[in-house]
DNA sequence: TTTTTCCTAGGTATAAATACCTAGAAAATA
DNA sequence: TATTTTCTAGGTATTTATACCTAGGAAAAA
């Protein structure tokens, strides 16, 4: 048997410093918490948990270089023990589901109180899951189940030349040009994203790029 | 001539509360300055403006029901004498006209520290304007110089008319539909599509939406 | 091994978008 | 008032996208 431990140790995990630091205070003022890093972005996320595992690891969803989801799928393969806490201001779908099937224990909003983020600390502490209120509340009892029996999000549902080309896709590109990035004929590029256009049930690549970016499939960069 | 103020009364305008306190919890450290207020979206922003003051306002570019930009404008007319911080996360040129434009007096981002915000409330206290360290190393001085001469924003240089079009492109509609909503010709909806990418130099209505959703013309809804 | 899925790409046809024109009426501006 | 801009919308032509087909080879799964 372990020995009760005096922390509950947390690493934060965001790109933006304020957001991060904020955070740490609100943490510090519960003496059964301590924060034993801070990185910002997935790069260091990986390199800080090859030395130091954290209990908890509160995790925003939207980092450079490697994003929420991947980083959660990344972490608990390497450290299943590590609990995750997403911290996100997307009230989506998508997100959830990405994040609770790549394997995150709680997912708490940007728009919550702060008073709600000790409460999912808590929880997860006695090795319960959490899920935001803010978002439960959007949430229909049959989504919850839907994720509960591993369904996975749409996207996931893509071939990998179906992504390659719903990038492309986004990036405004012509069945031509995207052909002549992927070594393809057009008609391939049509192929695709007519199939593309199909699974997700719509008319044209604007609905697409909407839907894509919407959810995280794409990152708008600057 | 006025007494000496006790405190610099500061006003919070965010949608995340997490965010709210945790900015508010970094000023507090500082004994000069006070958060008399803090507020969850623009109504609720005007509405506190009604009965107090700040000499300094504190504003998340992303609002919901009255965007950031929006609200600066608004402020700003009907309280010259507010001060206004934007904190934005977004690295964008376009924000940064907009918000310049508008009337902000600073421009912060999340990525920066904490210190940081603590020089942008000194320097906008003394009168001074503020820009982000980690903004200003992307922004060559010509861009700085162009917003001092009052250049305005690419969105800004659009008609009414091409501002319509403009959103109903980025939803995903046909001319034709286009023309059924708006009770024009779809050939006057391509008219003012043409124009739309003549004045933004772009090739096709995908180009248009990613640089609208960039620019945050239009707000990707959930 | 059989079956299925995926990737490839062509045929054909229609719909839509885009690129050039012209041009008049209304509105804003000088 | 005169000028410019905006809004309207049509003509014409080309390019692109989209919707259906077929179909063979490769890869993965059953």
Chains 1, 2 share one sequence.
Do not use: W
């Amino acid at each position: 048997m372990e020995a009760k431990q005096r922390y509950y140790t947390i690493l934060l995990a965001d790109d933006h410093t304020l957001i991060r630091h904020g955070i740490r205070n609100l943490i510090s003022n519960n003496p059964a918490l301590k924060v034993i890093g801070e990185v910002g972005d997935g790069e260091e996320l990986l390199e800080f948990l090859k030395t130091t595992q954290p209990e908890l690891l509160i995790l925003d969803i939207s980092m450079p270089k490697l994003t929420g989801i991947e980083a959660v799928s990344r972490v608990k393969k390497l450290y299943p023990a590590v609990k995750i806490l997403m911290l996100t201001m997307h009230k989506n779908k998508q997100y959830f589901y990405h994040a609770m099937s790549a394997g995150a224990d709680g997912y708490l909003m940007k728009e919550d109180s702060d008073e709600e983020l000790l409460l999912a600390i808590k929880r997860i502490q006695d090795g319960k899951s959490y899920l935001s209120p803010f978002l439960s509340q959007d949430f229909a009892d049959d989504v919850i189940s839907a994720y509960r029996n591993n369904r996975s999000s749409p996207f996931e549902t893509l071939t990998k030349r179906e992504r390659e080309v719903l990038n492309l896709v986004v990036e405004g590109h012509t069945s031509k040009v995207m052909g002549e990035i992927l070594c393809l004929s057009p008609r391939t590029i049509d192929h695709h994203r007519a199939n593309l256009l199909r699974k997700f049930d719509m008319k044209n690549s604007v609905d697409l790029v909407n839907f894509a970016v919407r959810n995280g499939f794409v990152t708008p960069s600057d």
